[in-house]
């Protein structure tokens, strides 16, 4: 089972702003880098934030990432129509000594 | 450009072994871990190890640690993953990516995944 907490399911409709929350524990989020990834149906993940707040090239600004104490979020502002897909929250967990995954988030474009 | 080819879709029997291949290209091989990472239909992502390339050290998820076994072959910039004693619950699409504990840049390339079924 996964150690990261993620809300299922998250939505808004075009233009407006969706924030999904990733809980985990102080062996994991509260001492390691988060990572978000984002799965489009049937394709593979792809890296959208690493180092809790970065964005690797060509990942548009529209996406954020954040971190607070064993707490992360990604926010997703103007939301289009291609931004539906699972998100996915990680970070390596100290006392696993393994990367753990969010639960998954499944954003809805209304 | 940067790109992990994997192996086709593999059908086997309770208890056999399977072995998926990640072969890499467009960037020095040994200068990246990789990792495996597997989705059972429907479900969420399971990271299941990675390995360094150069050096050979393994980190494997608990659960796993007695049936998956990480290799890598420099010579042809290719990274391998086998798993014992199939069972049914182990029927997923295998993703290889690049990246690992040491690189904090996150597994920023991802193969396009291998499809694993067990079936009796």
């Known amino acids: 089972q996964s150690v990261l907490t993620q809300p299922p399911s998250a939505s808004g409709t075009p233009g407006q702003s969706v924030t999904i929350s990733c809980s985990g524990s102080?062996?994991?989020?509260?001492?390691?880098?988060v990572y978000w990834y984002q799965q489009l149906p049937a394709t593979a993940p792809k890296l959208l934030i690493y180092l809790n707040d970065q964005r690797p090239s060509g990942v548009p600004d529209r996406f954020s990432g954040s971190k607070s104490g064993a707490s992360a979020s990604l926010a997703i502002s103007g939301l289009r129509s291609e931004d539906e897909a699972d998100y996915y929250c990680s970070a390596w967990d100290a006392s696993l000594n393994a990367f753990v995954f969010g639960t998954g988030t499944t954003v809805t474009v209304l | 450009q940067v790109s992990l080819v994997q192996s086709g879709t593999e059908v086997k029997k309770p208890g056999a072994s399977v072995k998926v291949s990640c072969q890499a290209s467009?960037?020095?091989?040994?200068?990246?871990?990789i990792s495996w990472v597997r989705q059972a239909p429907g479900q969420g992502l399971e990271w299941m190890g990675c390995i360094s390339t150069k050096h050979g050290y393994t980190k494997i998820a608990q659960k796993l640690q007695d049936r998956v076994t990480l290799t890598t072959d420099t010579s042809t910039s290719t990274a391998y993953v086998e798993l014992k004693s199939l069972r049914s619950d182990d029927s997923a699409v295998y993703y290889c990516a690049r990246g690992g504990y040491e690189d904090y840049s996150g597994l920023d390339v991802w193969g396009p995944g291998t499809t694993v079924t067990v079936s009796s």
């Open positions: 102080s062996s994991n989020i509260g001492v390691n880098y």
């Open positions: 467009g960037y020095s091989f040994t200068s990246y871990e």
